[in-house]
């Protein structure tokens, strides 16, 4: 088993082995290959290489006493140092160890586990698609990349690109959790959004007032100001919809595309979705007990599920005296 | 083509998290709590295993006791592991917490907890596979004494024989290096108390005793009756420590607050912050919770998050009298500034004591209650019609249902326009009452009005974004009226500058000067919008109210609050204005400034709601 122990001031990693035949003298074999690292270093990606190593090691001693033979046991060394020297350059190495057997060990970077992917979620490049090999990626994959917009949500994606949903799901989980794309709501001109303290970093950061503007100035045009856009992002408030920004702020948008400056704002959070939660508050005795509108199930989700549309729920939800409807 | 399979991890984590163990309250795969609590000791008599908890059940047992027959080094593996040459795939049947422990038996705890002296009174940490132990071995007696005392022919207590002693918490490799860094706090916050206790009545030697003769008593049994059974289920009766250790686990899992009272004396207390306050499932990591309440400002007010009842009862005997005089005199509606004066106590402490409230969950910083004050609904908010927040509301206030009140929130709303007068049914008390409730709950935010300096373009060259386009912030130095820097958690300054009695006085003092358009004014005026571009310069002073000097001052005055940084409350304090005035000015300059509402992301961090 791999494990590590911390000791003045440095880390161990090590997995010991035992392998018990009567050939060794005292019937067994013990042996340990270790990495010595600074103890405040997270270590988690070294450990699937220790394992890794002590295995094939583990192997190659039962084929062919590549450890217990004094003359085979001398390449060790020259094998300790190029491990060392290559993982610290390059986080990867390869090792001959003779003519037919090579070692190949990489450091692959541990990441966070990535949300649930629901149908009315947007998955949005993080980064432009044209960088985008295609050929490394599963089939699935393949398949529905064309239809990751930043508009379709996962059910559209999955309808369009006759891809069953879970398979869409967990392909569009795969991609977020490599950092490749990023969630966000599905966009309609009813929506409401609302500024969050980050939109102050459009004013504090260079670096994403440039890729902010890049990225919201409409196609062939010249490119925006800052005092606009910083203009239509504060003028995002809980009321107001997206229809409403742009009839107040027609002279603004017009170097603007809306649409990529809501993406936009959502995927660096400079502004939140403000989403409808219908409650059933009050219902007589005789009727079920709700089911969706228990403040739980935004519209969004509602939508998706039942195969209904904003206005046909607002309508239906509107002329119910016992559903109020909290924004959050 | 490789599809990480991480997505199987889920599927397989959120299954185990509803399987049904012994232990089944407690969340399997859950970061923040420990898998286990051990007791290791090692003496005389060698390693021993003194405790441990949650212990195996009956059927489990088993399997360890063959494992004995074989060799006490063998590790027995619990779940499938399914034999991959590459070692690189995830196990696909993820083990639960439990059986990860239970497969080291208590032979090899012993032997790879209990380490040697000289390892003792520093940290522990020994990680094998998906398990991370951390410890505080602690010796108890300097091994040359014990030397000493056998030459020493003098009758005397019983010689102890334990020479070192270990509480190890096990918790999931995966945890956070925070939580396993305040395991180890804990771990070594026991064994000061232990150690404290055993030399003044060899405390820790008695509990020993009696764990380790059931221990004994039981495999006899075991070896007579031949049905195995737990040994550490028949110490729990007999051993206070046991029960204590069992009980730190308990709340580690739990509530996140250990309060221990080891033999009955010596009270041991802890809080795991990741517990205690955590944003929509997430734990907030202590340091961002250092900097946010480092970022207090006189300003705020603290609100209690128990009754003064409940909180004054929790405290202990010997607490500070500063605590419960702060307690008792603090009010949602009183700044701190105000509290220091109520409670007769310097600025500073208020601060200090505020911050350990507040990291102990037992209160939140808020700004004090007053009808211009903005609230919304908190996007965190637990809105269901089924919660407990509802159901505690309805008790709370009869005849009024949460969601319906949280719906009035769904667009900001103040103070003043809630307690609407033309809504007789409800009484004004009442509703203030909820909003501090719903507040208490972390379920409504409030909002402020942030400016900001932006000047439209120059002709010239539109649509480039040249330097006069570059907002303020890169050149204005801009000072503001810090906190004490000097709080940091337990350690002691100087109360010299830490009594901010009134706001700055230097800007005030230029109202005081004589006539409006004095040549000293027009300096200062000239002075403060140096820092500005000549572009930004003339935009401004062709603005109609810039013809007036006392709103041109003004404004220059102001000028470095205007970069979204500062809200309109905290302009108000600093610069002791009138919200009328500082309304009047942002009308007249609109054309300069953008203005946005949003949370104060100082204190928006206690505004996240409790698991």
């Given amino acids: 088993r791999c494990g590590w122990e911390t000791a003045m001031g440095k880390k161990l990693i090590g997995c010991p082995v035992c392998i018990e035949h009567k050939k060794y003298s005292r019937n067994a074999l013990l042996f340990n290959l270790g990495l010595v690292c600074d103890a405040r270093t997270k270590t988690c990606a070294l450990e699937p290489i220790v394992k890794k190593l002590s295995g094939y090691l583990t192997t190659l001693e039962l084929e062919s006493g590549f450890i217990s033979n004094e003359e085979s046991k001398q390449k060790l060394l020259p094998i300790m140092s190029t491990l060392l020297e290559e993982l610290n350059a390059t986080g990867a190495c390869t090792l ?18 990535p949300l649930i992917v629901q149908e009315y979620d947007v998955p949005v490049f ?4 044209d960088h985008f090999i295609k050929s490394q990626w599963d089939l699935t994959t393949q398949q529905i990349l064309a239809y990751i917009d930043g508009f379709r949500h996962i059910q559209k994606i999955s309808a369009e690109a006759d891809v069953e949903l879970n398979l869409v799901r967990i392909a569009v989980q795969n991609l977020l959790y490599y950092g490749v794309v990023t969630l966000v709501s599905i966009f309609q001109y009813s929506n409401v959004y609302c500024t969050t303290p980050t939109v102050q970093s459009l004013i504090d950061d260079r670096s994403i007032q440039e890729e902010c503007l890049n990225y919201v100035t409409k196609k062939g045009q010249k490119r925006a100001c800052l005092r606009d856009v910083f203009q239509l992002y504060c003028g995002l408030t809980p009321g107001t919809t997206v229809r409403d920004l742009c009839s107040r702020y027609s002279q603004q948008l017009q170097r603007v595309d809306e649409r990529r400056l809501i993406q936009y704002g959502l995927m660096k959070a400079l502004i939140r979705r403000l989403q409808k ?11 079920r007990p709700p089911r969706l509108y228990t403040g739980c199930h935004s519209y969004d989700e509602i939508c998706c599920k039942t195969g209904m549309s904003y206005k046909e729920l607002d309508e239906r939800l509107e002329n119910d005296p016992n559903i109020i409807v909290c924004w959050k | 083509m490789y599809i990480h399979s991480s997505s199987f991890d889920l599927q397989g984590e959120r299954k185990s998290m509803y399987k049904q163990s012994e232990n089944s309250f407690f969340k399997c795969g859950e970061k923040t709590s420990p898998i286990s609590v051990i007791l290791v000791t090692s003496g005389s008599r060698g390693n021993k295993l003194l405790f441990r908890y949650p212990f195996q059940r009956v059927a489990d047992c088993t399997s360890s006791l063959t494992t004995k027959q074989r060799s006490p080094y063998a590790l027995n593996t619990t779940g499938d592991v399914l034999e991959d040459p590459d070692g690189d795939s995830r196990e696909q049947t993820p083990l639960t917490d439990q059986q990860l422990v239970a497969g080291f038996s208590d032979i090899i705890l012993a032997t790879i907890l209990a380490t040697k002296s000289d390892m003792c009174g520093k940290k522990f940490e020994l990680k094998i596979d998906n398990v991370r132990f951390v410890g505080h071995p602690t010796l108890l007696q300097h091994p040359h004494t014990i030397q000493v005392s056998k030459t020493d022919p003098s009758p005397k207590r019983e010689m102890p024989t334990m020479i070192l002693f270990s509480v190890v918490f096990a918790l999931r490799a995966n945890a956070d290096p925070s939580v396993i860094s305040c395991m180890h706090n804990l771990s070594r916050r026991i064994a000061i108390a232990l150690q404290h206790e055993e030399r003044r009545c060899q405390y820790l030697t008695r509990e020993a005793k009696l764990m380790l003769a059931v221990q004994d008593e039981v495999t006899n049994m075991t070896e007579t009756d031949g049905s195995p059974q737990s040994p550490f289920r028949q110490i729990l009766p007999k051993c206070k420590l046991a029960r204590d250790l069992k009980e730190a686990y308990d709340s580690l899992c739990t509530t996140g607050v250990v309060r221990l009272h080891i033999n009955n004396w010596l009270e041991v207390s802890f809080c795991l912050p990741h517990k205690i306050h955590r944003v929509g499932g997430n734990h907030v990591p202590p340091e961002a919770l250092e900097r946010s309440l480092k970022a207090i400002r006189p300003y705020h007010a603290l609100l209690l998050l128990d009754s003064e009842k409940a909180l004054l009862a929790q405290l202990p005997l010997d607490c500070s009298p500063a605590l419960v005089r702060l307690i008792k005199t603090c009010s949602a509606v009183k700044n701190l500034q105000q509290l220091a004066q109520d ?36 996007p965190h908010a637990n809105i269901s019609l089924y919660s407990p927040l509802a159901e505690a509301f309805g008790q709370q206030f009869p005849g009024h249902d949460l969601p319906s009140m949280l719906a009035k929130f769904s667009l900001p709303l103040s103070l003043s326009e809630f307690r609407n007068p033309l809504d007789a049914s409800v009484q004004e008390a009442q509703l ?23 000047v439209p373009p120059s002709e010239e060259e539109p649509g480039l974004l040249r330097d006069e386009e570059l907002p303020l912030v890169a050149r204005v130095g801009g000072r503001s009226l810090s906190t004490p820097s000097a709080l940091s958690f337990g350690s002691p300054t100087s109360s010299d500058d830490m009594t901010l009695t009134s706001p700055s006085m230097e800007n005030s003092s230029a109202e005081l000067l004589p006539g409006g358009d004095s040549p000293l004014n027009r300096r200062m005026t000239e002075t403060l ?6 572009h930004e310069r003339q935009v401004i002073l062709n603005i109609p109210a810039a013809q007036s000097p006392e709103d041109l001052r003004m404004f220059a005055r102001l000028l470095h609050y205007f970069r979204g940084h500062h809200h309109l409350e905290e302009i108000m304090y600093n610069e002791n204005m009138r919200r009328s005035q500082l309304k009047t000015l942002f009308d007249k300059f609109r054309s300069v400034l953008v203005v946005t509402n949003h949370e104060d992301p100082v204190i928006s961090l206690f505004q996240s709601p409790l698991e």
């Fill in chain 1, 96 to 113: 001959p160890i003779d003519e037919s057997n090579t070692i190949n060990l990489k450091l692959i970077e541990q990441r966070r586990d």
């Fill in chain 1, 126 to 129: 993080t980064q432009c698609k």
């Fill in chain 1, 277 to 287: 939660y219908p409650v059933k508050v009050t219902r007589d005795e005789r009727s």
């Fill in chain 2, 343 to 378: 409670a007769d106590l310097n600025l500073l402490q208020i601060f200090q004591i505020a911050a350990h409230l507040v990291y102990w969950g037992k209160a939140i910083i808020v700004y004090p209650l007053c009808e211009n004050n903005v609230y919304m609904l908190s």
């Fill in chain 2, 432 to 454: 203030i009452q909820m909003v501090v409730w719903m507040l208490q709950r972390r379920l409504l935010i409030q909002l402020h009005t942030y400016v900001c300096l932006l």
């Fill in chain 2, 529 to 534: 919008l140096a820092s500005l571009t000549e």
